[in-house]
């Protein structure tokens, strides 16, 4: 009866309307434009921490306003509650913001809230709807503005898991950054760099942690190669998101007078590997969006606070028109003037979406210059010396305009042409993720294209051998996995060739091997010997703590003499197969497979591939299979390629031919093919 009373509404024409906003597990409310509540679900009430009727203001049976949104927060948030109801309820565009909830168990909860106008299709009334957007698979866009919030005020931010006992550095001020190389440490290993007379205190720290923010607790503190630093600590638990894990938070400020050289450069490092881990996350994000919604949440936590700026907004085009939405960085005036724009209008976001053309335009003067109608419109030109814009479109190749980014620069901060570029990479990155939402097949065609793109073009025209590789992805899942081929020419005119297998059939997958592959190609360069090639790759992975493994097989093939140099990591065995018609199964020396087994030394053999013979390299899915043992799907393999090789065939054919007996058995796996006839 409790949970029914707080779907009561104040008039009864919302009760359809907003029955679907209201309905799931997550906080969500009906306001009118001035931010009375209209209605509200059992979650929402809970977060607020008060009965519905309370949230409602009034008792049941009058037909009155209801309380106002902001007044329910706790008085830290109340403003931050009120803008975020009243961008939206004066622009048509959606905003998002995080708040804290009161919680239940007395630590704030931190929500991505998102607030959009809607239409009561029974009244005609537009409304805002107010609802927590689930961020489970992404809490790390909650703790954005925790980060940029300890970065502007020169501190440094910190999570503590109690159950894994570990810190994971957060970001913050570089120089801050410079003390904690790690990004994520024991906290065993923390306590070890705190001076003997004050580890007691940081456990203390740890253990008392509570819902409100701790006093200030000196600390002195030891970095790796550097002298000992006087730091102050805060704490606070707070629970990420609705229904998310509670953590405990910490705030550092390095109270150290004098700096050193040494932490500037170490600063400016960490700095940048903060920055690649931000691009690395923001990449995968979008490529794991599934919907139109996942890529605006995706953009608008990310793109602003990766990139050092002050504010961003994505337009997508429908029907020639823009739809704006921005993460509250951008002004509502901005944002207003430019929702609904026509695709053909003369101004510089439409443009760059109509044209596929990014633009940097560096303040008020160089836009005026740029776009002269810019008079016209004052609202897009409040452009001033402290204040930049770069527009990128959102593109795919061959297709129709699908929309663009603006990112906004305050403070004087101007981006570099690198970090331009990349936000165009990034955008041509979400250009691909839209195109595909809209298809509906944003997983599969994404995952195809990175396919596609890791697989390598074979060398031509190679006195004396022939070489043809196939691949088939996998059925079960994704159009993706983690085989993968290789074959190049090596800088003494010998050949190299590899196959392999990364763990997994999925993007990860598809990751690992193309790392592993361009790193054997690198190390090759370097190192011909296919044993010291692997040797050297596994202690890369090893290092890497690579979540997963992959097996390989290396050769090095002089075309002239017919000497085959092989190793072999945890992979199938050769297949050797001649013109008579016979075959033979060749297992090469080596090791485990790589990224596992820390300082392994891969051993190599030296044989001969005698002419009009040839070598066939394949992964397990040629070979292993439903009621398919790998020795009697080597002896398959070797058969055919015998065959073909007596029937006259050349490489290509044969390789068409292994593949062919490979679909025919119903494999599941991925399939890969390598062969390399010597004529």
Request: a negative charge; glycine letters at 8%; hydrophobic letters at 40%.
């Amino acid at each position: 009866m409790a949970e029914e009373a707080v779907l009561v509404y104040v008039r009864e024409p919302h009760m359809d309307a907003s029955d679907d906003l209201l309905r799931g597990p997550d906080p969500a409310a009906l306001l009118t434009l001035d931010g009375s509540i209209l209605s509200l679900n059992a979650a929402m009430a809970t977060a607020l921490g008060a009965p519905a009727e309370q949230c409602l203001g009034r008792d049941f049976g009058e037909q009155c306003l209801g309380r106002g949104f902001a007044d329910l927060w706790p008085a830290s948030q109340r403003m931050s509650a009120d803008s975020l109801v009243v961008h939206a309820a004066r622009s048509k565009a959606v905003a998002m913001r995080v708040l804290d909830f009161p919680g239940r168990s007395g630590a704030p909860v931190a929500c991505l809230i998102e607030a959009r106008q809607v239409q009561d299709p029974a009244s005609d009334e537009q409304l805002v709807w107010v609802h927590a957007l689930d961020a489970r698979n992404d809490l790390a866009s909650l703790l954005i503005p925790f980060r940029m919030a300890t970065t502007a005020a020169h501190l440094g931010l910190w999570m503590y898991s109690p159950h894994e006992h570990q810190l994971e550095w957060l970001g913050g001020a570089p120089a801050l950054a410079a003390l904690f190389p790690d990004p994520t440490v024991s906290l065993s290993r923390v306590v070890s760099a705190v001076h003997p007379d004050d580890r007691e205190d940081l456990r203390q720290l740890l253990r008392s942690a509570s819902t409100q923010q701790s006093p200030w607790v000196t600390l002195r503190y030891l970095p790796r190669h550097e002298g000992w630093h006087q730091l102050a600590a805060q704490t606070r638990r707070i629970q990420l998101g609705y229904g998310g894990p509670e953590r405990i938070f910490g705030v550092v400020r390095d109270d150290t007078k004098q700096a050193k050289r040494k932490e500037k450069a170490q600063a400016a490092l960490t700095a940048e590997r903060q920055r690649a881990k931000d691009v690395a996350e923001f990449s995968s994000a979008l490529i794991t969006a599934a919907t139109e919604q996942e890529l605006q949440q995706v953009v608008l936590t990310r793109l602003a606070a990766t990139f050092g700026a002050s504010g961003a907004l994505l337009a997508l085009v429908d029907e020639g028109r823009l739809h704006i939405a921005t993460d509250a960085g951008i002004t509502m005036r901005e944002a207003d003037v430019m929702h609904g724009m026509s695709l053909d209008h003369p101004s510089p976001l439409p443009e760059a979406i109509r044209t596929g053309k990014s633009f940097f335009i560096r303040d008020r003067e160089d836009y005026f210059r740029r776009w002269p109608h810019g008079a016209e419109f004052p609202r897009l030109g409040r452009l001033g010396p402290d204040y930049a814009v770069s527009i990128m479109p959102l593109i795919e190749a061959g297709n129709q305009p699908l929309g663009g980014w603006l990112v906004t620069y305050g403070s004087g901060h101007r981006p570099s042409l690198d970090e331009r570029t990349l936000v165009g990479t990034l955008a041509d990155l979400a250009g691909q993720a839209l195109r595909r939402i809209r298809l509906q097949q944003a997983r599969v065609e994404l995952a195809t294209a990175l396919q596609k793109t890791m697989l390598p073009t074979l060398p031509g025209n190679l006195p004396g051998l022939e070489v043809a590789a196939r691949y088939r992805p996998s059925r079960d899942g994704l159009d993706i996995g983690g085989d993968w081929y290789d074959a190049f020419v090596m800088p003494d005119g010998a050949i190299a060739l590899e196959i392999g297998d990364a763990q997994g059939h999925d993007v990860d997958a598809a990751a690992l091997m193309g790392q592993v592959r361009l790193s054997m190609r690198a190390i090759a360069a370097q190192e011909p010997d296919p044993g010291t090639v692997l040797t050297r790759t596994n202690k890369l992975l090893v290092t890497m703590e690579a979540a997963r493994f992959a097996s390989c097989t290396m050769l090095h093939i002089d075309p002239g003499d017919g000497q085959v140099t092989g190793a072999s990591a945890g992979h199938v065995p050769l297949l050797c197969a001649r013109d008579d018609g016979s075959h033979s199964i060749h297992e090469l020396p080596g090791g485990p497979v790589l990224g596992v087994v820390p300082d392994t030394e891969y051993r190599e053999e030296t044989f001969t591939l005698d002419e009009d013979s040839a070598l066939v390299m394949v992964t397990d899915g040629v070979v292993e299979g439903p009621g398919l043992t790998l020795e009697a799907g080597l002896e398959r393999v070797g058969t055919l390629t015998g065959a073909a090789l007596h029937d006259g065939l050349n490489a290509e054919e044969t390789a068409d031919r292994i593949l062919d007996s490979a679909v025919g058995v119903d494999h599941l796996d991925d399939v890969a093919v390598l062969v390399i006839r010597r004529t």
